[in-house]
């Protein structure tokens, strides 16, 4: 009996096979006789019985998964796998019914870093042919994987198997990742260029290879080798690490490449092209992305488009819920109204046609400035907010916040924040000079794109601006649309046309012209920025009312304002309003009027003598009435606030609590010379300004008393003004001398009935005294004594008049330095007394 029977049959359970079997299975079919199958079976029992070892082995699978460059590369998880779905996918690439040798999958060992994994497999061969047997277990593994055609997902390339000949690395050291290039160090003799290539050209195309200096001494030698792709630097890597060839172990790692740009390298290589150019292309990309949004947030800001208080709606909501829950809330915000309103022009008659010629102004278009001057606490700010409290659009800027800014970053916030300039970057000032002082120190040059502050406030003020002009623009427009419905109107009415219809920029309403009020106008400057900060708004000022785009206030205190004003607009005739203190009579029914209901519960004796020793300072007299409503009567509440007057005084005036370098340390007067103003005007009123200016104490200096004003502590009055133009322009000559505030007459007789401090300060003024004439003195001596050398102790006849003058003025000048030092005794003497009492 004969049938069809392979020569080399395949038993399962006779194990190993050799290679000599596989490649019988190779051979075309025979036919055999049923004797030959029997001798073949019994052969391959005899050698089912004898035992062979067992052998393991590695296939390395690569694009299993993407490769891991960084620690933030999140490719990985879009294409995560399990381990489970893993093995099952590198156990479907290794099918034991497609591969002709018996062996058994052990383990899948992942390597997700390097994009791929190992498989490791089981077989049973001799020691001679167990690595034959392997390269033939991963040969039909790669062309199972090659006839499958299998591709990723992920990046639509195949996968591919390699037999690991060498001893992996399985490390994870975070710092190491894939690369082109690997690092191949020799543990032995040096490989050549061919035995290189030799084991790594399998893997994938080389760049290139470079092989180690022979007069280098470094150890341990090593080769670079260069993939044209990172996947088959990662199959080397892991296949070839730890191999022996001829002797020499390969250590592999990955080579950190270095890359550089060619862009990136110019430019750092031409500094003076590169970074002004780099500057510019910033500058473009700031003015493109943030300067729209910096128009719509200043255009919020001068419609109040946030602000709820502009909408009726809210302010009846507010009225019809929150006012009746909180009743006091209600009478407090009409309490507070009423005082607004006093305080503008129901306060007193002559605030009456101040107001009313500020409003006329605002109707009319805008060509110059309009100037709101007086002491401090007069009324002015709250004159002009209620005149321009039904301004449809307004912007308010406040010179006293910029200036008590801690520094030039800190006041070009506080700029943008009150003309609604978002988003601002104050650290680019600083950031823009350091990148130009590195240049200036690398190149010799500077770059040019350095920004200072006075930059950074035009650039603010020029935005806002442009805003404004917008704002104006789409006013005209709505105003064209409007104002032709009603000539229609008129004429289907037959109404006779008004002049008043339209104004000539096209707008119809007064109310419509922006109004920008800068209140606080040259506050006490600090240092010159503020003086730089002062000239650009009223440049940005006149750029706006040149234009007629809106109209300016300047609120001021400042008896400069008009030299700052006049050289922005020169060839304008500044509005200006001036405001005063007011009558005694004013003064004392704006009191009354507002204690009208205290006065009904209690008696306020001594009010009379309050309001006469304040005054008709608006400030002064609304904290009166204001301590009078918390419980005190008119006396105490006068001396709270005379008290108060004193520490201004002290602080101010003489330096006190202020430290040496404050910025109000450096005063351009001396305690002695203020001392002097503060006798005079305890003793009157009023002072000469010429009388104490050619005093001993003075020298005919003014700037001692210009220091004084500006710090609010006198009030210098002309002489010989126009009456057309007003006394606070400085036209006329300086007349007489005036308190900063009328309390501050009573402060100098408080300060002044000081036995103590007055006897200190008089010993202070003696003491300088006798010290001019101690110099004088000395200068008579010493002229007396050069004539005397000149003609060797034999004056002529021609110098005694000259001799007589000397000596007689010496004589004069002793006699009061004998004056002034038993007055400097005198002092002395009281003030040991005051401090023993």
């Known amino acids: ?99 002709p040798i018996e062996f058994e999958i052990a383990e899948v060992i992942p390597r997700s870093r390097d994009g791929g994994a190992f498989l490791k497999f089981q077989y049973k061969a001799l020691p001679t042919e167990s690595k034959l047997i392997a390269n033939e277990i991963a040969s039909h593994i790669s062309k199972n994987l090659r006839d499958r055609n299998v591709i990723t997902t992920f990046n639509f390339q195949p996968v591919r198997a390699f037999l690991v000949r060498g001893e992996p690395f399985m490390e994870d050291l975070l710092a190491r990742y894939p690369s082109q290039k690997l690092r191949i160090e020799f543990q032995g003799a040096d490989l050549t260029i061919e035995q290189i290539y030799k084991e790594f050209r399998q893997f994938g195309r080389i760049f290139d290879v470079t092989q180690p200096n022979p007069a280098s001494k470094e150890l341990p030698r090593y080769a670079i080798v260069q993939y044209t792709r990172v996947r088959a630097a990662t199959s080397a890597r892991n296949c070839l690490h730890g191999i022996t060839v001829n002797g020499t172990r390969l250590n592999i790692t990955y080579e950190r490449q270095i890359r550089t740009n060619a862009i990136s390298q110019w430019i750092v290589s031409h500094p003076r092209i590169s970074f002004p150019i780099i500057g510019f292309a910033a500058a473009g990309v700031t003015y493109a992305i943030f300067d729209p949004v910096r128009k719509f947030c200043i255009t919020s ?104 800014s801690g520094n030039n970053n800190d006041m070009i916030a506080s700029l943008a924040r009150q003309l609604g300039y978002f988003p601002v970057f104050t650290w680019l000032v600083s950031l823009s000079g350091l990148v130009d002082t590195l240049v200036s120190a690398t190149t010799g040059q500077k770059a040019g794109i350095s920004s200072s502050t006075e930059t950074q406030v035009k650039q603010i003020l020029e935005t806002v601006a442009v805003a404004v002009h917008e704002v104006t623009i789409s006013d005209e427009s709505a105003s064209t649309s409007t104002l032709a419905l009603r000539r ?159 520490v201004e005084i002290r602080k101010y005036g003489f330096g006190d609590d202020i430290g040496p370098d404050a910025p109000g340390s450096k ?28 005093s001993p104490f003075f020298k005919g200096a003014d700037a001692p008393f210009h220091g004084m004003e500006n710090a609010e502590l006198i009030t210098i009055v002309h002489k010989d003004v126009n009456p057309i133009i007003l006394k606070w322009l400085n036209s006329g000559r300086p007349y007489i001398i005036r308190p900063g505030k009328p309390v501050y007459l009573t402060a100098f007789a408080r300060l002044l009935s000081d036995m103590t401090f007055t006897a200190t300060m008089k010993l202070q003024s003696y003491q300088y005294l006798s010290m001019l004439e101690t110099v004088k003195i000395r200068d008579y001596e010493n002229e007396l004594r050069d004539l005397s050398m000149m003609y060797n102790g034999k004056p002529p006849r021609e110098t005694d008049t000259r001799q007589k003058f000397l000596l007689q003025s010496l004589q004069t000048c002793q006699k009061k330095v004998d004056v002034y030092e038993n007055e400097v005794s005198r002092c002395k003497e009281l003030i040991a007394k005051g401090l023993v009492e």
């Open 301 to 404: 800001k001068i419609t109040q488009r946030f602000n709820p208080e502009e909408y009726a709606v809210y302010r009846w909501l507010r009225k019809e819920t929150w006012a009746r829950i909180v009743p006091s809330t209600a009478r407090q915000a009409q309490l507070e109204e009423g005082e607004k309103d006093g305080t503008a022009a129901g306060g007193w008659s002559e605030r009456e046609q101040d107001e009313r010629m500020l409003r006329t102004w605002l109707k009319e278009q805008p060509e110059t400035f309009i100037l709101v001057t007086g002491p401090k606490g007069s009324g002015k700010s709250a004159l002009v907010q209620s005149v321009i409290k039904d301004k449809r659009y307004k912007i308010i800027v406040n010179g006293e916040q910029l200036v008590n």
């Open 488 to 646: 229609l109107k008129r004429l289907t009415s037959g109404k006779p046309r008004l002049k008043s219809d339209k104004n000539e920029n096209g707008i119809e309403d007064e109310n419509e012209i922006p109004v920008i009020v800068i209140d606080g106008f040259l506050a006490r400057e600090k240092g010159p920025d503020h003086q730089e900060l002062w000239e650009n708004l009223a440049e940005w000022a006149a750029l706006l009312v040149e234009n007629r785009v809106a109209h300016v206030i300047f609120v001021t205190n400042h008896v400069g304002a008009i030299k700052v004003l006049g050289k922005a607009l020169p060839d304008r005739t500044i509005e200006a309003i001036t405001l005063s203190d007011a009558s005694s009579d004013a003064a004392m029914r704006f009191v009354q009027r507002r204690l009208r209901e205290v006065q009904l519960k209690r008696n306020l004796a001594g009010l009379d003598h309050a309001v006469a020793a304040l005054g008709g300072r608006l400030t002064d007299l609304q904290l009166l009435v204001q301590k009078i409503r918390g419980g005190l009567d008119p006396d105490a509440a006068l001396h709270d606030i005379v008290q108060r007057a004193i």
């Open 667 to 694: 005063f351009r007067w001396t305690d002695v010379q203020f001392f002097q103003v503060m006798s005079a005007l305890g003793r009157n009123e009023v002072v000469g300004y010429d009388e104490l200016k050619w």
């Open 1 to 99: 009996m004969y049938r069809l029977q392979r020569t080399a049959v395949a038993f399962r359970n006779i194990t190993p096979v050799r290679p000599t079997a596989i490649l019988r299975s190779r051979q075309p079919v025979r036919w055999a006789s049923a004797s030959h199958v029997a001798r073949e079976g019994e052969k391959a029992a005899g050698e089912a019985t004898h035992q062979f070892p067992v052998h393991e082995g590695l296939v390395y699978f690569d694009n299993m998964m993407p490769l891991r460059f960084s620690q933030f590369d999140v490719r990985q998880l879009l294409f995560q796998s399990t381990r489970n779905m893993l093995e099952k996918k590198a156990k479907s690439f290794a099918p034991k019914d497609a591969i």
